[in-house]
């Protein structure tokens, strides 16, 4: 089974518009954490927003949040008001207690002006 | 503003030649990691290191691949001979784990060496 899935190859979301990226993930590791990376055209990775599994609350970092549903294993990042700038591809990560960090495929987003 | 660095950014070789990428990781940090990303497989972890011992390199192919940490300010990827197939973006990212736990909670990635093996 996928570590990690993101089943949204490609998204647009209007300037100004929230957009939600989906990640589900499969660990039967009590212990993990979660992450998204941004990946602009330039090709660097820049992390975003971490969330642990014993994290009663879901993450924020500005205008990225962490939709976590434990029962669902699944860990959304929300973009609000989104801009230009944010078009890039978006990687879901997990990292096991003691094994490794585990990536998704990615999501492509558009923002459209 | 600390951050992980990568040399060479680009790298162009022929086959059968050694490839050597070095990365220095953020001042403090006690984990590097080496992946490589292509289009077909992605993000793959090719190897990990903690107080510069190597935990993990089963990611990596062991005839042709090594992972060192010379020391804790550099850890290079080598590749010899080079093929074809290597070709990729290869990044190394560095991290903190706290005591008693083998990773730490975040990675911060370095901005990657694009290998292109003709």
């Known amino acids: 089974a996928q570590k990690i899935t993101q089943t949204q190859p490609g998204m647009f979301v209007q300037e100004k518009e929230a957009v939600t990226l989906d990640c589900t993930y499969d660990t039967s590791d009590p212990s993990y954490g979660l992450f998204w990376y941004k990946q602009p055209s330039s090709g660097e990775m820049i992390f975003l927003i971490y969330?642990?599994?014993?994290?009663?609350q879901n993450a924020t970092e500005g205008r990225y949040s962490l939709n976590f549903q434990k029962a669902r294993k699944s860990a959304n990042l929300v973009i609000s008001a989104s801009q230009l700038g944010d078009s890039a591809m978006y990687f879901c990560a997990m990292r096991e207690r003691i094994h490794q960090f585990y990536f998704g495929t990615g999501t492509s987003l558009t923002v459209i002006p | 503003d600390a951050r992980v660095t990568q040399t060479p950014r680009h790298k162009v070789t022929e086959m059968g030649q050694e490839v050597t990428m070095r990365c220095q990781p953020i001042?403090?940090?006690?984990?590097v990691f080496w992946y490589r990303q292509t289009m077909m497989q992605g993000l793959e972890l090719l190897a990990y290191f903690r107080n510069r011992a190597p935990l993990d390199d089963s990611g990596m192919p062991k005839d042709r691949f090594s992972a060192e940490m010379p020391d804790a300010t550099l850890a290079t990827l080598k590749i010899q001979p080079s093929e074809p197939r290597d070709s990729a973006v290869y990044f190394c990212a560095s991290g903190l784990a706290p005591d008693g736990r083998p990773l730490p909670y975040e990675q911060y990635f370095g901005p990657g060496t694009r290998l292109t093996v003709t």
């Open positions: 001042l403090g940090h006690n984990t």
């Open positions: 969330q642990g599994s014993y994290d009663q």
